[in-house]
């Protein structure tokens, strides 16, 4: 095989691409594999994964109960709100009762759900040594199966000639193969085109105030180049999975340890020290993504987790310790805020909330009464030292926009599918998930459509090889 003309190229270096590259390889093409990232950072926001949603219609290994079909789309077309193309996100549920025996034997091993992480155990099956092993293993298998791969390989454009792909380029670089998979990510890394997306907010520029949980190389390049070129966009760049993390978080990285799950244990106050919105809504995984957005609107994006000593023990510690204090003036103090106003925040929560039966596990009934905004769960008093506080900013997780593919993941250009370019993972991720979120079906869209996607490209690739010798 000469590396620099397979039968299938294969743009990226994440699950989607992954999963191509093995499904062509699996199928007989030559393939080369281009990562942008260094060996060391190979693998995209999938080396931060730790799990993958699946359907099944019984209890399986690591999964319990049942999770059918239905109920999958069900919650998705609720995340969404119906902005999702019901026969793609069919194709990747269904998929997902399929996909472990083959990623087993590709060297992933699947553990039971982690404690602390509440309701996943019917619905998502964690993935041994988290998604740094999976794309390990990956790339194992794929140097066993002799799949060439580069990395510090950053593609910058396309040839492409009426919807097909002819060369891909890295500077004056030209790599031409007989198909090719896009597998690049989004455009969460691309701090000035986020910019653009939020836009200016009352003179501040939230965006500058972000924090990226994953990869830095997601730039978005290819995916800019291919719908200025023709290929049909999808989805809203304002779009994105956005969760608060510690603020302490380095810009890119950060990943799954930066996340702070103490929000609906206290409350959440602003710069001003003030409260702004309902910290036990719901149940913690389906209210963690919303808090992002949250903090994004408020002064300096930036708002702390403030709770007691009773909250200690009942949430996954994140990797910085909280700030501690012995009394809520000197904790305020610590985190350069108005004590007199943290205390008043804080007195007026005490005073509103009602006795009840606490309990975490369960919608509970300890709520505040009279308070703007309430809290309807999980309200208790913060009277007991020592007093803890994170500091939290929005952090990217990743963009919905994307390119808009068919059921073959074939690239759409002007509402034609192309016959030898197709993209899998978060780069077309929007023509399921138009927006909101459920966890862990990222990595279900990026297996399901990175598997159709390779073996459509090696499909087209041996085509191209019979026309080519007829
Ligand atoms: C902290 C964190 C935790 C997450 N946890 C989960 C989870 O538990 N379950 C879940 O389902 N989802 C999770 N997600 C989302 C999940 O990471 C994505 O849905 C999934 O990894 C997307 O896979 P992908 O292959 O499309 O993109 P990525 O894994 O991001 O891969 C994109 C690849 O493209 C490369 N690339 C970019 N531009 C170029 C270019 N021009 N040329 C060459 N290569 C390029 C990048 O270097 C990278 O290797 C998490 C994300 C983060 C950040």
Not at 169 to 197: H, K
Not at 448 to 461: E, K, P, T
Request: contains cysteine; charged residues 20%.
């Amino acid at each position: 095989m000469t590396p620099k003309d397979p039968d299938v190229l294969v743009i990226g270096g994440g699950n989607a691409a992954l999963c191509a590259a093995l499904t062509a390889r699996e199928a007989g093409a030559s393939v080369l594999m281009l990562e942008a990232a260094p060996r060391e950072w190979r693998g995209g926001n999938s080396q931060h994964t730790r799990n993958l949603r699946c359907m099944h219609d019984a209890p399986q290994d690591v999964l319990t109960e049942a999770y059918p079909e239905e109920e999958y789309w069900q919650d998705l077309k609720k995340v969404t709100g119906g902005i999702t193309d019901e026969k793609l996100a069919r194709l990747a549920i269904r998929d997902s009762s399929r996909c472990r025996d083959w990623m087993r034997r590709h060297g992933v091993h699947f553990q039971p759900s982690l404690s602390g992480t509440l309701h996943l155990s019917r619905t998502n099956a964690f993935f041994m040594g988290g998604g740094k092993a999976l794309v390990n293993a990956y790339y194992r298998s794929a140097e066993q199966l002799g799949i060439a791969i580069r990395y510090q390989a950053p593609v910058d454009r396309l040839e492409l000639q009426d919807g097909r792909f002819v060369a891909a380029r890295i500077g004056d670089e030209r790599i031409t193969a007989r198909s090719c998979v896009v597998a690049s990510g989004g455009f969460e890394s691309n701090i000035p085109w986020m910019r653009d997306a939020w836009g200016e907010v009352d003179g501040e520029w939230p965006v500058d105030n972000f924090l990226i949980r994953g990869t830095r190389f997601n730039m978005g390049v290819l995916l800019k180049y291919l719908t200025e070129n023709g290929a049909d966009p999808i989805g809203d760049p304002t779009q994105s999975h956005c969760v608060a993390i510690d603020a302490r978080a380095p810009l890119y990285d950060g990943g799954i340890c930066t996340r702070v799950d103490s929000v609906s244990l206290g409350i959440m106050v602003n710069k001003q020290a003030v409260r702004f919105y309902d910290e036990g809504e719901d149940f913690w995984p389906k209210r963690y993504a919303i808090w992002g957005r949250l903090v994004a609107k408020q002064a300096g994006q930036i708002a702390y987790s403030v709770i007691d000593a009773k909250a200690i023990g009942r949430f996954m510690p994140p990797v910085f310790p909280p700030l501690q204090a012995q009394s809520l003036p000197e904790l305020a103090r610590q985190l350069g805020l108005d004590a007199p106003t943290l205390v008043r925040t804080v007195d007026e929560f005490n005073a509103a909330c009602r006795a009840g039966t606490f309990d975490h596990a369960v919608l509970d009934d300890c709520r505040t009464e009279g308070l703007t905004p309430p809290k309807t769960h999980w309200a208790r008093p913060i009277d007991t030292a020592p007093f803890f506080a994170y500091p939290l900013r929005p952090g990217i997780t990743f963009t919905y926009l994307g390119v808009k593919v068919d059921e073959h993941a074939a690239v759409h250009f002007s509402g034609k599918p192309s016959a030898n370019l197709f993209a899998a993972g978060e780069i077309m991720a929007g023509n399921v998930l138009g927006k909101g979120y459920t966890a862990g079906v990222g990595m279900t869209i990026g297996t399901a459509f990175g598997r159709i996607a390779g073996a459509q490209a090696a499909a087209a690739a041996m085509q191209g090889a019979q026309h080519a010798a007829a």
